[in-house]
């Protein structure tokens, strides 16, 4: 809980500083390469998180990652605080609260597209129209997954919504509404003769 506050506070200062230097889409392409780079396996992760190993040599490690990837400023001074901090492992989460803020500002939402087939460039964009104005969004950029038991339609999540227009969705409300009535009907039967 404490590591999401944290990491909340330090995904808006960053915001901030990007919006106020016109660095936003810089940092989050920074924020996206270091994860990648700095947690790419579990054991780089132990080694962050490890309060034994010396800072000095972590802040070695770091300024090694850092002369290859060139960041911003901003980025580097958040690093070196991250470090300095014994934070760095919650630059993951920085991140996700750094894209969630992003996108809020710019009323831009990611929707994960479920479909038995893959969507056509065409069918894409439209549906990233369409969701765009149900939500009253900017822009709705798609993730789309392929998923063949779906048997055809689509399934849309986007923030918490959830909407499932696919056949296999169709087939089980409409297998759940023929079965509601009759597990009730004995009941009904029973008091009917009252």
């Not at 490690?61 to 958040?78: F, K, N």
């Not at 048997?151 to 087939?171: F, N, Q, T, Y």
């Amino acid at each position: 809980m404490v590591e999401n506050i944290l990491a909340n506070r330090y995904a808006k200062a960053l915001v901030a500083a990007g919006t106020e230097a016109g660095v936003t889409d810089r940092l989050a392409e920074e924020l996206a390469l270091l994860v990648d780079g700095l947690f790419a396996d579990g054991a780089l992760e132990k080694f962050w998180a490890n309060d034994i190993i010396d800072r000095a040599v972590k802040r070695a490690a770091l300024d090694e990652v850092l002369s290859g990837a060139e960041p911003s400023d901003i980025m580097t001074r958040l690093l070196h605080l991250l470090l300095k901090k014994n934070r760095l492992t919650l630059l993951p989460r920085i991140r996700e609260r750094f894209e969630g803020i992003r996108r809020s500002r710019s009323r831009t939402e990611i929707a994960i597209v479920r479909t038995a087939r893959p969507l056509t460039d065409e069918m894409r964009a439209r549906l990233s129209s369409v969701l765009a104005r149900r939500f009253d969004l900017a822009d709705v950029v798609i993730e789309e997954e392929v998923e063949e038991p779906l048997l055809g339609g689509i399934v849309v999540r986007l923030g918490c919504e959830v909407l499932d227009g696919s056949v296999k969705g169709a087939l089980t409300r409409f297998l759940s509404s023929v079965a509601a009535p009759a597990a009730a009907g004995p009941d009904l039967q029973a008091n009917h003769g009252d």
